[in-house]
């Protein structure tokens, strides 16, 4: 299996701050990575598919870059609503495996 | 708009086994463009990736869970089922139904999620 492991595992911010959370393959992945958002009690919600490409109606204030075993998901200029679990996923193999997770808290 | 609706038992108990159903509204189960999936997460846990099926056949189980799991596709009611035999306290978690997006190799449409206990 292709092992996640994200950094940190949580992060204190506050509005209007600029974070970025990185995320490294045991292997390589290409960029076959996947970056999701998930609230309490909800499903994890798409942002970024294949390290760099923003979903539709996903604000512009996240990127995501990288190749190989390295990426990272930046959020510029934090909004109240981006205060979430941040996940990385990759799809180059199988299983497909996740991080562990970075929780964005104020 | 693809929709994703789970429903099956909230509680079993050890050694049972557990039964799901993806209801699927907005995409047909005979597309080419989606494997139908399924995901747990267990309690402040990552998601944990559990398999998915084509609608030719093709079934891709976790090794984890390979022994104990199966999926199906029911096209004439527009779902697909998960079951996991021999339950423990360790299965407990909510399931996700998801689309796994063949051309963009992503989850993009899920449902809200089920949470399953194993308890005695």
């Known amino acids: 299996d292709t092992q996640m492991t994200q950094s940190p595992s949580s992060l204190s911010a506050t509005v209007g701050e600029s974070v970025t959370i990185t995320c490294r393959a045991s292997?390589?992945?290409?960029?076959?990575l996947n970056w999701y958002q998930q609230k309490p009690g909800k499903a994890p919600k798409l942002l970024i598919s294949?390290?760099?490409n923003l979903q539709s109606g996903v604000p512009s204030r996240f990127s995501g870059r990288g190749s190989g075993t390295d990426f990272t998901l930046s959020i510029s200029s934090l909004q109240p609503e981006d205060f979430a679990t941040y996940y990385c996923?990759?799809?180059?193999?199988?299983?497909?495996?996740f991080g562990q997770g970075t929780r964005v808290e104020v | 708009q693809v929709q994703l609706q789970e429903s099956g038992p909230g509680l079993l108990k050890p050694s049972a086994t557990l039964s799901l159903t993806c209801a699927v509204s907005?995409?047909?189960?005979?597309?080419?463009?989606?494997?139908w999936s399924w995901i747990r997460q267990a309690p402040g846990k990552e998601p944990e990736w559990i398999g998915h099926?084509?609608?030719?056949?093709?079934?891709s189980i976790n090794p984890s869970l390979k022994t104990r799991s199966t999926i199906s596709l029911d096209t004439s009611k527009d779902q697909f089922s998960l079951n996991i035999n021999s339950v423990n306290a360790a299965d407990t978690a909510v399931y996700f139904c998801?689309?796994?997006?063949?051309?963009?190799?992503?989850?993009?449409?899920w449902g809200p999620g089920t949470l399953v206990t194993v308890s005695s």
């Open positions: 998801a689309s796994y997006n063949t051309a963009g190799s992503f989850f993009d449409y």
């Open positions: 907005g995409a047909s189960l005979t597309s080419s463009h989606y494997y």
């Open positions: 099926m084509f609608h030719s056949g093709f079934t």
């Open positions: 292997q390589s992945v290409s960029n076959y």
């Open positions: 294949v390290a760099s």
């Open positions: 996923q990759q799809s180059y193999s199988t299983p497909r495996t």
